[in-house]
């Protein structure tokens, strides 16, 4: 698992460290660790070292000095070494070491700033080092400019984020523009929550976390993500004596005379998804359909409350004029049982919900339930500071929020908060949706009642929801990812998600569970 903290939780663990005097200590980790991921970038753009270019923005505080030090290492190792001062200070030591190892200064001046925009154009590597977790606000004057002036040149290298790219905020991932993007962010110590939400994680590129020693001072993380040997450890297998009733069964309420597909698509996912049964209720003609595409699946007839399941999921493909499904889904939501609540749903909650109903709203829909519940939040607003969204979405609704996305995250009401990446750009296509709802319903009715696997995990009872929603996020993510890759890369349709599941599924359970949940101990690549 990845663990990302806030950066007040690091500098915390950092304090008891720098009182022992190893401030400078943690200083020459963390620049040694950007100094060999800078190595490691240029090694794989060109045959040489001697004599590449690198220009480090340099901030007045820490941040500045971590690159400065970096640069004097590579300065050290023969390379053409630039440091642009873009404050009235910089971090005396690191400065005088860079120098001594032959690295040339320049102060960001109105006038100097063309030429060193142009010169950090043309660098194989710029090391972005102005603002780190101590920063307020964004870039500033000269140093905005500057960036702004590279970012409209045509880049020659790459850009090389030291801790975190400046102008991103280390505990949400919001950021104030203009911010340089990353190729690749060397985070030190633990990765920041902000490089794991968006927008910083579109700013962040690859990131590359360089452990500093301050492991044992770490508190419980900000933010979570799940990894193959996490998922392999959370999904549950069925017993030798298993039938399909112990294996848990899902109810679906999804699919609507307007979108009969939804239902479909519901019900694929979590067919796919290792559930015992899915019994769907809905329109006859819907039910035609569904039976007609997946005959698995137990057409029902009967109410809510006459359907033995171990879980609900209601919403997907629904309208507002769908009276009696809407029905069916407060009936669903109001059982007590665990629930996913998706698309056409979402408008027809109570203003109070608990931890096992999960929301799987995109940011449109997360906008107008805020506006249903009287916060001016809109879409613009939602999708700059995600993460602060679907927390505050969870507090206020009492649920557990998915907010959908490039990154998504999904927020417990108290505190849990998972953040997962794994699928492609293609997963962004009509039913996926549809299919992600189908397979977190069918992981609420194998393991929403097994607390034990959760709490072996680290995860507390009230969070294995949002645990169980990051767990369905991440086979969907990589189930399109693989149904992408089979098609050498290329576009994949919802069903093509579904039908990869099963596949990737059986390859993440066969890996090792060693080293699950431990902390970062090496440097680690973060998707
Ligand atoms: N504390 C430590 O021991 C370690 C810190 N490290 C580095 O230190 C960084 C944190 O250092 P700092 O606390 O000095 O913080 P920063 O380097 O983020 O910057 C703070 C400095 O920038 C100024 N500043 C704040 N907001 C600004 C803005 N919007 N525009 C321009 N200037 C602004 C402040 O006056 C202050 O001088 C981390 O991100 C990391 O890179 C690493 O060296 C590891 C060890
Ligand atoms: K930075």
Redesign the pocket.
Known sequence: MISAYT?TQV?AA?EP??AAGL?DV??HR??HGLAKAVVHELKSHRDRLNGASVVVLV????????GLYAASFLAARGMRTTAVLT?NAAHPAGLAAFERAGGRVHRLTEAALPGLAAEAAGADVVIDA???????????EN?ADLVRAITDKDRQGVVVA???PSGVDADTGAAVAPVLPADLTVT??GAKAGLLADPGADHAGRVLIVP?GIDEHLPQPSLRRLEDADIARLLPHPARRAQKYSRGVLGVVAGSEDYPGAAVLACRGALAAGVGMVRYLGPPSVAHLVRLSCPEVVCSTGTVAENRVQAWLVGSGMGPRDHEQLTRAREAIASDLPVVADAGALPALPAMLAPHVVLTPHAGELASLFQRLGHGEDREAVEAGTLGAVRHAAERTGATVLLKGATTLVSAPWGTTFSQADGTAWLATAGSGDVLAGVIGALLAQTGSDVGRFSKAGIAADGRWAAIAALGTALHGRAGRAASEAVSGGPITAGRIADALPEIWGKVSMLSNSGAWKRNSHSQPLR
């Open positions: 950066g500098r950092e460290l720098m401030g943690l200083m963390a620049a901030g007045t505080g820490n941040n500045g000095g971590d404050g102005v603002l780190g977790t101590g920063a307020k606000g964004g870039l500033r140093a030291c801790d975190l030190f110590g500093i």
